[in-house]
């Protein structure tokens, strides 16, 4: 008991230290941060709002606007990666897909006849449509012929590879894609992005959640007429309650906090607050100052979230279920 | 309420239903699945295959603007055998005793397996064959890790980065598993010390680099009395590579333990407690208890964690971008640093090539985890 409360506390000072340090750089003039370090304010050094009021009253606007974005962004695309992710992830965990070979192969043949067209210098509109039609052609005709298929492990991983390019490897090709969208620096952008881009991470996390539901519960409900989607919604969502709040934190985290993709699909009207506090690093070096009220603001309603969730991690909702 | 009343009271229910329930209940695998497969596949392929064109050609500027010329494999050779070598793979010097015998030793581990699995029942064609192409590629690139290491020679980024991701997600792991069984715990207070766990990762990536650049000062940062008390107020820690890299990790794994410990914590919470509580019966210490029982109910959920945080870790970029800006030299540059450096200097394709040797290495190691780890475990469960 001693000895946990130890490491806990010990834990626990790690990650407040640094956010401490934070805290005090906020109220420091930018002379106190660059004269050596101050530890304790009003004994060390006198504490002064002057960074809090360039950023809420000098910025204002500046400010405000990337703080909106960020809320807009993060929550929508949070709220719709979530759905259609545990969706699909039920999916991988209860029911058989068999993706033929033949599918993808007639697939990647469509996708390469529609590449050689739009590097032939066709529109690519033409070539999408021309490439949909091919595919299915191909899917009806010679596709029937090949037996060997991929299974629910393979889709799970083909999803989890599309997290391994490095962004600053796509950031150009996404460009050009919203570009052509005529979509870029709106909240659209930003939202398609980010939902593409996490729900690999939904689908994988939600899995695990899912997989530790009692399939007798399910069995039981089917048996009683409930259908599908009836047995998802009424059923097997609630018994994940822990798995969904702590895969919505993730994924809020993720897309609050994403830089280079807002960096290049927005310029001044749907920028995010990273690319606020990235430009704190100004000509004479990083103003420490006013970047640590960012990231304070920043985290603020993140925390918030946080504690409000919780409790819904907690243990023994599973408990009892089955019994009952 | 009332719809879930009446429906335990039709004995066969399904004959009550209507056609189209009928039927869009039949094609429910199809709509569960969908809609995420067509937004990655609609967002994923064009990127993916642009990007590979680009990898595959040189950017030049001419009359009226810009042009891409076609040079085939020619960026992929420069990084592996051309000037880029040195940067890419790292400075490689002749075997030492003691690089000779730690190789021989890891290599004959290989063997031992290869064997094993040659001699259990289990064995197929196609299952060795894809063991032993693994053991090819871990083994050449431990050989690259423990001859640039160990020697005298100079790693290049793409052994930085396997050292990084090394290093980090084991730890990250190991501190995680232990925060999350200590919160678990009926103490009072855990509730605060769960929240406060989490901090770390809430930050945005930039702004924990930028703290840690601060934090790590030596003549304003908060351990500047440490500094001095060891006179090392005007050499700063950037010159030393390995003090360099330490405080990139240390910033990486400060920052990403929460994202292990919460799905650590939500996957330990959600077990049944009948088993602990028949184990305390039977008189199990919590040692026994934590092996036999948590342990491998939580496997799954690690296998999980485990492979998307290797998938980012690979990715690290925005530590050593501002921390060490890569340094000293390229002491602590990450692959995604090596491609966004070249890029920042106008070598699209050369970025682009670096970006998809990135993604070779993540595919090997994805593969090579879920094959030999990960369907073990999800088999076992």
């Known amino acids: 008991m001693v000895v946990s409360y130890a490491l806990l506390v010990a834990w626990a000072l790690v990650v407040l230290f640094p956010l401490y340090w934070l805290a005090t750089t906020s109220l420091k003039t930018p002379l106190d941060v660059n004269s050596g370090p101050f530890y304790i304010p009003f004994r060390d050094f006198k504490p002064t709002l002057e960074s809090w009021r360039y950023i809420f009253v000098d910025l204002a606007d500046d400010t405000f606007r990337p703080y909106l ?14 759905l259609l992710g545990s969706m699909a992830a039920y999916g991988l965990v209860r029911m058989k897909y068999r993706v033929r070979i033949g599918a993808i192969a007639s697939f990647v043949v469509a996708l390469a006849g529609a590449v050689a067209v739009v590097a032939a210098g066709g529109p690519w509109q033409l070539a999408l449509l021309g490439g949909f039609a091919f595919f299915l052609l191909l899917l009806q005709t010679v596709a029937r012929r090949f037996k060997r298929a991929l299974g629910n492990d393979d889709i799970a991983f083909w999803m989890i590879s599309q997290r391994m390019l490095p962004p600053v490897a796509v950031v150009i090709p996404i460009y050009v894609f919203f570009q052509q969208l005529a979509l870029l620096d709106t909240w659209a952008a930003l939202i398609i992005a980010y939902v593409a881009s996490h729900l690999p991470i939904v689908v994988w996390l939600m899995r695990d959640y899912f997989q530790s539901v009692p399939l007798e519960l399910e069995e ?18 609630p018994l994940a309650v822990p798995g969904l709040v702590a895969t919505f934190l993730f994924v809020l985290v993720f897309a609050w906090n994403e830089y280079l993709i807002a960096l290049f699909l927005t310029s001044a009207n749907a920028q995010t607050l990273p690319l606020t506090v990235a430009a704190q690093n100004a000509t004479r070096g990083p103003q420490w100052w006013y970047m640590s009220v960012l990231i304070l603001i920043m985290i603020g309603p993140v925390i918030a979230m946080a504690i409000a969730l919780e409790r819904f991690i907690a243990r023994g909702l599973l408990v009892g279920a089955v019994k009952g | ?85 040195t940067h890419f793979l790292g400075v490689t010097v002749p075997l030492t005793p003691l690089t000779a015998a730690v190789l021989v030793v890891i290599y004959a581990g290989f063997a031992f397996l290869l064997v094993r699995y040659l ?34 020679g ?33 103490l009072p207070g855990r509730r605060f010390f769960r929240v406060v766990f989490l901090l770390p990762m809430m930050i945005t990536p930039v702004g924990v680099a930028y703290l840690f650049r601060m934090l790590t000062d030596t003549s304003k940062g908060p351990l500047y009395p440490l500094w001095a008390h060891f006179g090392l107020t005007d050499v700063s820690w950037v010159t030393n590579p390995w003090g360099a890299r330490l405080a990139v990790m240390i910033g990486d794994v400060w920052q ?42 939580i496997l799954p959920a690690t296998s999980t964690v485990v492979l998307i945080r290797l998938i980012e870790a690979f990715k690290i970029v925005d530590l050593p971008n501002v921390l060490t800006n890569g340094g000293p030299g390229t002491a602590t540059e990450s692959l995604t640093l090596h491609a966004y450096t070249i890029w920042r200097a106008l070598d699209i394709g050369g970025s682009a090539a670096v970006a998809y040797m990135l993604l070779i290495v993540v595919t090997f190691v994805g593969i090579s985890y879920v094959n030999l780890f990960r369907r073990r475990v999800t088999a076992m469960a």
Do not use: H
């Open chain 1, 69 to 82: 974005n960020t809320v807009v962004v993060g929550l929508t695309s949070t709220a719709i990666t979530l």
């Open chain 1, 220 to 237: 039981s409900a089917a048996i009683d007429g409930a259908s599908r989607y009836r047995i998802f919604r009424s059923i097997v969502l």
């Open chain 2, 1 to 85: 309420m009332s719809g879930e009343a009446s429906a335990r009271q039709v004995p066969v229910a399904a004959s009550r239903r209507s056609p189209l329930v009928t039927r869009l209940d039949r094609s429910a695998g199809a709509v569960f699945i969908l809609p995420a497969v067509l937004v990655i596949l609609a967002f994923s392929i064009f990127p993916l295959l642009a990007s590979l064109y680009v990898s595959m050609t040189r950017l030049s500027f001419s009359e009226g603007g810009i042009r891409l010329t076609y040079v085939g494999l020619g960026n992929y050779a420069k990084l592996l055998v051309g000037i880029d070598r």
């Open chain 2, 119 to 152: 001699r259990s029942p289990v064995r197929t064609v196609s299952g060795f064959v894809g063991r032993l192409v693994t053991a090819i590629i871990a083994g050449a690139l431990v050989w690259l890790v423990v001859d640039t290491v160990m020697t005298s």
């Open chain 2, 154 to 186: 100079r790693p290049g980024t793409i052994v930085v980065t396997l050292i990084y991701v090394g290093v980090d997600v084991s730890a990250q792991y190991i501190l995680a598993l232990g925060l999350a069984l200590l919160v678990v715990q009926r």
């Open chain 2, 256 to 297: 990403w333990t929460p994202f292990i410990f919460i799905v650590l914590l939500a996957s330990i919470e959600s077990l049944p407690i009948e088993l602990n509580e028949a184990a305390v019966v039977d008189g199990a210490n919590r040692w026994q208890m934590f092996w036999a029982i948590t342990f491998p109910q």
